[in-house]
C-alpha cells in the first residue's frame, strides 16, 4: 500500500544562482534536506505543499466500514424487533449480511 503523505520532489540543479537555483529552492518552505555531488550538481528534496489522495484503498475501506454499519443498524433495529428469535446474524461477509431462517422471513413477507 502506498502512502502518498511520503512523496516527495526531487530536483537536480546544476547552478546556485537565479530563479531555478539551489539558492532559491533551499529558501521555499517545502525545502527538506540537499546533497551535493559535485560542484556543479545539488539533489535538493521538497516536500509536497499539496496532497492528493487519489488511492483506492483509503476511499474503499470507509465505504466498506460505513456499510457494515448500515448492514447492523438494519439488522438491530427492523429485523431484530420484527422477527426476534428467528432472525440472528450467522455472520457477515463483505457487504453480505447472512441470517438465520431466511426462507421463513421471505415466506412472511410474501415473496414468491
Not at 529552492?25 to 560542484?39: A, G, Q
Amino acid at each position: 500500500m502506498e502512502n502518498v503523505r511520503n512523496n516527495v520532489d526531487v530536483k537536480l540543479i546544476t547552478k546556485w544562482d537565479g530563479w531555478y537555483g539551489a539558492e532559491a529552492m533551499i529558501v521555499k518552505p517545502n525545502f527538506h534536506s540537499r546533497s551535493v555531488f559535485t560542484e556543479n550538481l545539488i539533489a535538493i528534496e521538497m516536500r509536497k505543499l499539496e496532497i492528493k489522495f487519489n488511492k483506492p484503498i483509503y476511499v474503499g475501506m470507509c465505504i466498506l466500514d460505513i456499510s457494515k454499519v448500515c448492514l447492523y443498524e438494519f439488522h438491530h433495529e427492523y429485523m431484530s424487533p420484527m422477527y426476534r428469535d428467528k432472525c440472528k446474524i450467522m455472520y457477515m461477509l463483505f457487504l453480505l449480511l447472512i441470517l438465520l431462517q431466511i426462507y421463513q422471513l421471505i415466506a412472511d413477507i410474501g415473496i414468491s
